[in-house]
């Protein structure tokens, strides 16, 4: 009978994992979601190169590791018909983050059955096990990220549900001081922050419950350690993470930005509401907690159960639950930050009846809490979360169909013309690629450049257009490609702005476009001939135009060209290349700048157009240009647009001069920020 009894909790506690699994992997997740997706998959290949990580934001580099080794994984058991690896994902890169996806729902679904069944053994109570289970149906939060995205998130849900099942094991040994216990939640609390900081509130949980000032310095040097450990991939941008954190912590604005200052006081309070009103379960569950609370420790009668085990986890619960609160006010803009905590409410429903049961005068009341709070949930959840999820999953599936269907109608109507792809609000697989080549710090751009060599993008963030990072005007586009053109993907309305505003604005850059299809998250728009030629005729003549082939010294120290134009150039004037003539300009790691050349009478506005031909073997070498501080204007560029029979590529910079910069000068120069031997030649400004 006994055995029959384990065999029968077992199955049970099956359930609820297999259904998270059935439903997450058919669960339908938007293709080609550039943020976050893209991020991790791109920066999991430079780990699998053995190449540092460019994205250190969350950090997140645990998901770019466990990335790393489900691509290899995939790749090797996959027929890839002879490709590299590198190859194959940027050939299919939905293919593989839709596997990523699935192993992460797989890793989590794995950790709630062993939660389910540890505690179970722990508690000999199958309900205590079903109650932590059903923790991520708590949340359409957790859902949605868990079964949507390859993120942090997913992580996070995992890692919170590990340390609810650490703790239960904590809270039912009788032999809590053995070393294993803060060396586990140091591995948890490490990995979690490595993961995102976000998960900074939940390390306070084993730091109130360790006993005595050695346990607790030694959790928090581990913790350390293990961070560190976990981030190793991320180490060249350690100063980077540092100045990130920093700008988070002292400026009141989202990602660093706005005011000096903690908070916001007037908009802190605000996000503070919407957090409660808009994660009700969650607010329901900490209020309950926190009459428990209160109720022990206003009762002198119940006042000795404040040193109980369980009264101090459900404390240590409260305070981190109330924590991450404060600290998502702070820049709270999405339900996903409050991940860690959200995937604790389990756990705290069970140290909440663990609390009160034993003064329910009623023991038949007490017995059956737990099987009338899990018969409870698993009547209310799906009435209650079904049609939310539902709504998101046919948004997902008719954001997927818009797609095929836009890139079906350009194949069949279109397919003589060049795609421009807009960039970076725009679902499509090449605006993806390039949003995960600039959050990896283009570690692997050269792969895919040379994958698709001929990828074009309009960034409207900066009205220019790009090839991989190298910037380029519309001429540049027109010449190489002819005026049979189409802007792909967008653009895409914001609140401010209708679609029809922002093409005006496109327009008005010099690129005019009318539309051919207006869909809720594609568009296309075709090149206007006629108007980008009245346009031509009423743009006036360049207004300045300079050319340096760097043939003609006054002395070492300066170039003068046409008009007495003077360029420092620090004896790097060199006869050993050069692109025409005999000369050109040498940077290496003992010379590393020249070239330096004030912008004259630059004013706000003002457009320009800088080019010079570099001579190299890497990307090292940058055209800049900057105010005086660089903290109001800096632009850089060291992508090249072209190469020449030579050897010799194009780089350039296209910038207009903002409103801040009130009369300050404004320089250019060529930058070698590496250590190998370089050369510039053939400069070209030009002032329209």
Known sequence: ??????????????????????????????????????????????????????????????????????????????????????????????????????????????????????????????????????????????????????????????????????????????????????LLFALISGFGLATKATFLPVIIIPLLLLPGFY???????????????????????????????????THTGIYGSGNTGMIDASQYLVSFGKIIQNNIHFSILLGVSMVTVIFFFASSKNRQNVKTLRFRILISLVIANVAGILLVSKHYHANHYLVPELALSGLTIFF???????????????????????????????????????????????????????MKMIGENYSDYKCVYFYPVSLNKFSALMFGNSYSKRKNLNEIRTLYPETVFYDHTQSLFNIWGAQAGIEDILKTYGNKILLVGGPVSDESKDD??????????????KPVYQGRTQAIWVFDTVAYQTLQKQQPANSFELHLDMETPEDQQ?????????????????????????????LDKNQQFSLD????????????????????????????????PSSFFYQQNS??????????????????????????????????????????DDLTIEKK
């Open 639 to 680: 992508e090249a647009i072209k190469t020449d029979d030579k050897g010799w590529k194009l780089i350039q910079l296209i910038f207009t001069i903002p409103e801040n910069i009130d009369n300050k000068p404004i320089k250019m120069y060529v930058w070698n920020s590496g250590s190998s031997e370089m050369y510039f």
């Open 352 to 406: 909440i009846i663990e609390n009160v049961k034993d003064f329910i005068t009623k023991k038949s009341i007490g017995k059956f809490a737990m099987p009338t709070i899990v018969g409870f949930l698993i009547v209310y959840l799906p009435v209650n979360n079904i049609p939310t999820l539902n709504n998101s999953k046919q948004g997902y599936r008719a954001t997927n169909s818009e797609y095929e269907q836009t």
């Open 500 to 513: 029809n505003q922002k093409a005006a604005e496109i327009t008005n850059s010099g690129f005019p476009i």
């Open 1 to 182: 009978m006994v055995l029959v009894k384990k065999q029968l909790t077992s199955i049970l506690l099956w359930i609820l994992p297999l259904t998270f699994v059935l439903f997450g992997l058919s669960f339908d997740r938007a293709k080609y979601s550039n943020d976050p997706e893209y991020i991790y998959l791109i920066n999991a290949l430079s780990i699998s190169k053995l190449r540092p990580v460019g994205h250190i934001d969350n950090p997140g580099t645990t998901v770019m590791e466990i990335g790393a080794v489900i691509i290899n994984v995939t790749y090797f058991l996959s027929p890839s018909g002879g490709k590299d690896l590198m190859t194959d994902v940027l050939e299919n890169p939905d293919r593989y983050i839709g596997i990523l996806n699935g192993a992460l729902i797989f890793i989590i679904a794995f950790i709630l059955l062993w939660l389910g069944l540890i505690v179970a053994k722990k508690s000999q109570n199958l309900w205590a096990g079903l109650i932590l289970q059903i923790t991520p149906f708590l949340s359409v939060t957790i859902l949605e990220q868990a079964w949507t995205k390859v993120s942090p998130e997913p992580l996070l849900i995992f890692t919170s549900l590990f340390l609810s099942g650490i703790l239960i094991i904590y809270y039912f040994d009788e032999n809590r001081n053995r070393r294993q216990y803060f």
């Open 215 to 249: 346990r607790k310095s030694g959790y928090l040097f581990f913790v350390i350690l293990i961070f560190v450990i976990f981030t190793l991939p991320a180490w060249p941008e350690y100063s980077n993470m540092y100045t990130w954190y920093y700008n988070l912590a």
């Open 558 to 586: 300066a170039y003068v060209s046409s008009g007495k134009h003077l360029f420092t150039i620090n004896n790097t004037r060199s006869s050993e290349m050069a692109r025409s003539g005999r000369n050109s300009i040498k």
């Open 597 to 628: 050349y004030t912008l004259e009478n630059a004013k706000p506005g003002d457009n320009y157009k800088i080019k010079i031909w570099r001579y190299s073997g890497n990307n090292d070498g940058f055209l800049v240009v900057s105010s005086n």
